[in-house]
């Protein structure tokens, strides 16, 4: 059993930043991935960024340049970095855990709203 907590949405002006967490706890073992997605209304779920076990990041050409991936393996936990935001970051962030090759958990979601 694997559980995800998010932390760090909210409301902040364009230009602003904003840094959210990502805990995971339970069976956590062995090689695992984590990453962020989000969804804004009306619209899919898309990937944001994710991160490796090994430490390689990846990120959608829309936040690149801005956003910042990293994790800190001690406290199982994932985090996303977000600066000069535009109201289209404007979504529920959810995170994600890989363990293995086959099993993925995912965050609850936290709301992150941009605006003026």
């Known amino acids: 059993q694997v559980q995800l907590v998010e932390s760090g949405g909210g409301l902040v002006q364009p230009g602003g930043s904003l840094r959210l967490s990502c805990a995971a706890s339970?069976?956590?073992?062995?090689?695992?991935?984590m990453g962020w997605y989000r969804q804004a209304p009306g619209k899919q779920r898309e990937l944001v960024a994710t991160v490796t076990s090994r430490g390689s990041t990846n990120y959608a050409d829309s936040v690149k340049g801005r956003f910042t991936i990293s994790r800190d393996n001690a406290k199982n936990t994932v985090y996303l970095q977000m600066n000069t935001l535009k109201p289209e970051d404007t979504a529920v962030y959810y995170c994600k855990i890989t363990l293995g090759r086959r099993n993925d958990y995912w965050g609850q979601g936290t709301q992150v709203t941009v605006s003026s």
């Open positions: 339970g069976s956590i073992f062995g090689i695992y991935d």
